[in-house]
């Protein structure tokens, strides 16, 4: 069963933009903190940008200041707003949903190229 549905990756240029979304349930949004995730090839998987059910932010140091990360309640979804990207950003993206005490839910993952 796929509780978490990602979409937006694609192939970007260096300095391009793109947006991610992820779409879940309404049970699962609110009572969850939404993050983005990424791994690059032969990397580990790195937090890129999380965001509580309050609102409140935090995002890797480099990522800052270009990713922005959001959540709608009306469509039960979170997004990245991803731009200057380059090719450091390459990698798998994946969406998560977590709450202390409960298993952290993962997506599939959608791949972000930045290459010209």
């Known amino acids: 069963q796929v509780q978490l549905v990602e979409s937006g990756g694609g192939l970007v240029q260096p300095g391009g933009s793109l947006r991610l979304s992820c779409a879940t349930s309404?049970?699962?949004?609110?009572?969850?903190?939404m993050g983005w995730y990424r791994q690059a090839p032969g990397k580990r998987r790195e937090m890129v940008a999380t965001?509580?059910?309050?609102?409140?932010?935090n995002y890797a140091d480099s990522v800052n200041g270009r990713f922005i990360i959001s959540r709608d309640y009306a469509k039960n979804t979170v997004y990245l707003q991803m731009n200057s990207l380059n090719s450091d950003d390459t990698a798998v993206y994946y969406c998560?949903?977590?709450?202390?005490?409960?298993?952290?839910?993962w997506g599939q993952g959608t791949q972000v190229t930045v290459s010209s």
């Open positions: 309404g049970p699962i949004f609110r009572s969850r903190t």
């Open positions: 965001i509580t059910t309050d609102g409140a932010t």
């Open positions: 998560n949903a977590d709450r202390r005490y409960y298993s952290s839910i």
